[in-house]
């Protein structure tokens, strides 16, 4: 069926990339998911924050 897996997070960072949802309403969804004990990698859920902007950058030290 040639059908392409991409996750919650790919469909989020999608649907960022496409305007159909905003970085605010991306940054509720994720946290409605963790809210509803959703297990999802702290470090994804960082990953996509940051590619949406709201997420903290680390400087090198």
């Given at each position: 069926m040639s059908v392409e897996h991409i996750g919650t997070m790919g469909i989020f960072m999608t649907a960022?990339?496409?305007?159909?949802?905003?970085?605010?309403?991306?940054?509720?969804c994720l946290e409605a998911l963790l809210d509803r004990d959703?297990?999802?990698s702290k470090n994804l859920c960082n990953k996509v924050l940051e590619y949406i902007g709201l997420g903290k950058k680390r400087r090198n030290s």
């Open positions: 960022y990339d496409k305007k159909i949802l905003s970085a605010l309403e991306v940054s509720y959703i297990r999802l």
